[in-house]
């Protein structure tokens, strides 16, 4: 008896629309958001994740009037991520009615952005999310990961297990894990790195990228240790509800909201 | 006249309440307000919180809420969210800030480096998701909420309630916490009620219906 695990279903918007896209790249049309939105609540969705890929900033407020509308039917935790560079657009996002904003690109570039909007709405509503690749080093015939910018164009250098951990420190309140090697790839989480980001951090963890079947859920909590799952395509193209995938985690003694 | 008053004390997002209590209260007036005068008209009031309790504390005062605040917690229907169940207390571990003294007890942080859940695996902090809440007495705020239905939490910190009559109900994280407090015309929860789905919303919705004694 305790905390349940939670299944949060994501949103890839652009122009209005729900996408998905493979390895970050070709898109194809899953949807209108507040009417997806309205399905997985009723499905018994945990949170719902909005991640606004579109490209011209020109474009930023389409997501505003989104969330407004979305935030006046369904009650539970909405994030928004993408394009989140100042403060200004924490406060704008929150005030559409986003319970959490996830920060990426901005926070390798500005850490202090992270603490700034730590200090300012407090640490429930900041999420770092952390897109990474993994890195064989022949030398010492390891592997690690590395942390990837501008939607898993740009190498940073930065390892990602430390930089989880300094994430953690500068006021996130939740890491956004997505492995960029297995993001649309439906083969599965990499679950040595959500478990080395997961074991190194206090903060909750949300494993993403290459969900292709309900065991992959499963595995995600038990092998990968993450406090939440994140899914798209699973859920968009009605192979499963969220409430078969809740079903089959309890049948794997995995405890989840019914 | 505001029906229900909800407390800004410019910390946080107080949009999620407002649409909550506007979706089970649409004909009510629903303001999210920093006007001591409007609180003090108001027939009930929200007291939300957001962030670390000195600040909210602090900004509190810079406002000059707090004697509205107080004066509305003795004596009208009064919904205390997450830190605004915290505020209520005597003191918190919290920047060993003073709260404001109307519950008895202590505000505390969960202890991450001891807590395990039942198999052994660390226990992450903030306390973050959907639990169960346990109903240890009746009120009328319980009102069609099954007993251990799941709530959405979020925070680092509990309170330790030094009178035991007050508790209304617990969750267990590592152990159990007291994540609700009634008294007179005061029910005060932890979780998130805006943020609960249909749980959630019953809840508000018994809280705009409420007619303590």
């Given at each position: 008896m305790g905390l349940a695990k939670r299944i949060i279903p994501c949103l890839d918007v652009t122009n209005g629309r729900v996408v998905k896209g493979v390895n970050f790249i070709k898109l194809r049309d899953a949807g209108d958001p507040v009417e997806i939105s309205r399905r997985y609540d009723e499905q018994g969705a945990d949170e719902l994740t909005f991640l606004d890929i579109t490209a011209s900033s020109d474009d930023r407020d389409l997501i505003l009037h989104i969330i407004e509308e979305v935030a006046t039917q369904v009650f539970i935790p909405l994030t928004v991520?993408?394009?989140?560079?100042?403060?200004?657009?924490?406060?704008?996002?929150?005030?559409?009615?986003?319970?959490?904003?996830?920060?990426?690109?901005?926070?390798v570039l500005n850490p202090q952005l992270v603490a700034d909007a730590a200090a300012c709405y407090g640490e429930q509503c900041i999420v770092v999310a952390i897109d990474a690749r993994q890195v064989h080093d022949t030398s010492t015939n390891s592997v690690h990961w590395e942390v990837f910018t501008h939607g898993g164009r740009r190498a940073t250098g930065l390892d990602a297990v430390e930089w989880a951990k300094k994430m953690a420190l500068f006021g996130a309140g939740e890491i956004l894990l997505t492995s960029m090697d297995k993001d649309g790839t439906r083969d599965g989480f990499n679950l040595s790195l959500i478990r080395a980001v997961?074991?190194?951090?206090?903060?909750?963890?949300?494993?993403?990228?290459?969900?292709?079947?309900?065991?992959?859920?499963?595995?995600?909590?038990?092998?990968?240790?993450?406090?939440?799952?994140?899914?798209?395509?699973?859920?968009?193209?009605?192979?499963?509800?969220v409430r078969q995938a809740k079903e089959y985690m309890t049948q794997h003694g995995i405890e989840v909201r019914l | 006249?505001?029906?229900?008053?909800?407390?800004?004390?410019?910390?946080?997002?107080?949009?999620?309440?407002?649409?909550?209590?506007?979706?089970?209260?649409p004909n009510a007036s629903v303001v999210i307000t920093s006007d001591p005068a409007v609180v003090r008209k108001a027939a009930r009031v929200v007291f939300p919180g957001q962030g670390a309790m000195p600040n909210c504390i602090r900004e509190l005062d810079v406002r000059g809420l707090r004697s509205a605040v107080m004066e509305a917690a003795a004596n009208k229907p009064f919904l205390g969210i997450c830190i605004g169940l915290q505020m209520l207390f005597e003191m918190s571990e919290e920047g060993n800030v003073s709260g404001l003294g109307i519950m008895s007890g202590k505000v505390t942080r969960f202890p991450a480096l001891t807590m395990k859940d039942d198999s052994g695996r660390k226990l992450k902090v903030p306390h973050m998701g959907w639990n169960q809440v346990h109903q240890a007495t009746e009120h009328p705020m319980w009102a069609d909420i099954a007993n251990d239905t799941r709530f959405y939490f979020v925070h680092s910190y509990f309170v330790e309630a030094a009178n035991l009559e007050a508790i209304t109900a617990y969750s267990y994280y590592s152990f159990p916490f007291v994540c609700a407090v009634a008294k007179d015309n005061i029910f005060a929860v932890q979780f998130h009620p805006e943020k609960s789905q249909a749980a959630g919303l019953t809840l508000l919705n018994n809280f705009v219906h409420w007619e303590p004694n």
């Open positions: 991520g993408g394009g989140v560079r100042q403060v200004a657009d924490v406060r704008r996002l929150l005030n559409a009615g986003a319970d959490k904003v996830s920060i990426n690109t901005a926070a997961s074991e190194a951090i206090d903060i909750p963890v949300i494993a993403s990228g290459g969900v292709g079947n309900l065991d992959h859920l499963v595995e995600g909590i038990l092998q990968g240790q993450a406090d939440a799952v994140l899914a798209a395509s699973i859920f968009h193209y009605g192979e499963y509800t | 006249m505001t029906d229900i008053a909800i407390v800004d004390y410019g910390m946080g997002n107080l949009h999620s309440v407002s649409k909550a209590l506007e979706h089970v209260a």
